[in-house]
């Protein structure tokens, strides 16, 4: 399965975070494919589309689509030189498809900052130090070993070098290795580096209880907006303390805290989609009597391996798919009239799964 990872200083509130993760938790018996760990927490995707699916078909039961938050504790300044439990966390780090970096902007006297008072530019920076002289290893190691196999007169392995030397002016100025642009084919000569700064990033700014209504008020909030423009990442205002409240709390209880609150959703929803959508992922849906269910694919796989999901023997013996849009769909009112409209299609192994797609497989067994 797909995973996010949460990284971020001591004491900025990933336990708490993490807590609030684990609580709203998956069904794992829906899961079977999920990591059982501690440090792993398997999250339900909302969907509206999901919901309008569930009206129009009436099925036994509605499934979500889920990946995971894995709780990457304790990264400190000196991690790539192997303080505390550093290069540990530094592998569990290159194992994620994605980085949730939260950042303290709550105020609390009685809570100690590691280096004495609240400042996320600067605790930004202090993990993303350790990240950048982590892939500086990295990208240093395989460049002796480039240069040593160009010798016998490769070709690929001079452009692999010219590659790397682009990857490493960057990381020595500072800069991450997803800033450096890249083409698709350049991309796959550097991708089992595996480099920690390439990963897509996200900025959860933890904002206190009393600000959670207007966290844009809060000016370390703005601070990280301005940093994480300048990268092209996003930021996702969260209290994480509020979080593992409104965790435990279920239905009218649920609406009723949020209300209050002066909030329209829980933030940990909002932070759930931001990371599926840097994950670069798309949904598509199965509708039948017994089950409507969402299911996760990435962008660009074919109709083969999006049956694969569900189940290997699917991919194995995939002959062809029906597909329906989910607007046409929708618009449609049902499978029948969708049907009638010509708006029901027959793909073959070739056809790239849409995001939305509504899909019924045939194969063989
Ligand atoms: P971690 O070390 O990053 O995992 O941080 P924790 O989640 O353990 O949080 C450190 C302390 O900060 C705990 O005492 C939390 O209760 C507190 N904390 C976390 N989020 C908030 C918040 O939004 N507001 C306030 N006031 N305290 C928080």
């Not at 971020?8 to 993760?21: C, D, H, R």
């Not at 609240?118 to 290893?137: H, K, R, S, W």
Request: with cysteine; proline share 3%.
């Amino acid at each position: 399965a797909l995973s996010c990872g949460i990284v971020g200083l001591p004491n900025v509130g990933k336990s708490t975070l993490f807590n609030a993760i684990t609580q709203a938790g998956a069904e794992s018996a829906n899961y079977p494919f999920c990591t059982i760990d501690p440090n792993v927490g398997v999250v339900e995707v909302p969907d509206e589309r999901l919901d309008k699916l569930t009206e129009l078909v009436v099925p036994k039961q509605t499934v979500p689509t889920a990946f995971e938050f894995v709780d990457i504790a304790g990264l400190v300044a000196g991690a790539s030189k192997g303080e505390g439990l550093g290069n540990k966390f530094l592998a569990h780090i290159r194992e994620v498809d994605a980085i949730v970096h939260v950042v303290r902007c709550f105020q609390d006297e009685n809570i100690t900052h590691v280096s004495g008072k609240v400042d996320p530019l600067g605790d930004i920076q202090t993990i993303n130090l350790e990240l950048i002289l982590a892939d500086i290893d990295s990208v240093d190691r395989r460049i002796d070993r480039s240069r040593k196999n160009m010798k016998g007169g490769n070709k690929q392995y001079a452009q692999e070098v010219e590659v790397l030397e682009r990857l490493k002016a960057a990381l020595y100025e500072d800069r991450a290795a997803r800033s450096v642009e890249l083409t698709e084919e350049e991309h796959v000569l550097v991708r089992d580096l595996h480099l920690l700064t390439m990963k897509p990033v996200l900025y959860a700014a933890n904002v206190s209880e009393e600000e959670v209504a207007d966290a844009e008020g809060n000016p370390y909030v703005k601070l990280v907006r301005e940093f994480a423009a300048a990268e092209n990442a996003e930021v996702v205002p969260i209290s994480a303390k509020v979080e593992a409240e409104i965790a435990e709390l279920e239905g009218e209880d649920k609406a009723m805290f949020l209300e209050e609150l002066g909030m329209q959703e829980s933030g940990l929803n909002r932070l759930i989609r931001s990371a599926y959508k840097l994950l670069g992922l798309y949904t598509y849906f199965t509708a039948g009597v017994q089950e409507v269910r969402a299911w996760t694919i990435r962008k660009g796989m074919k109709a083969p391996q999006a049956a694969g999901v569900i189940h290997t023997d699917f991919e194995r013996g995939f002959i062809r798919a029906e597909v329906v849009a989910y607007d046409e769909l929708v618009a449609a009112g049902s499978m029948n009239v969708a049907r009638e409209r010509g708006q029901l299609r027959l793909e073959g192994k070739e056809y790239v799964v849409q995001d939305g797609d509504v899909m019924h497989f045939r194969f063989n067994v």
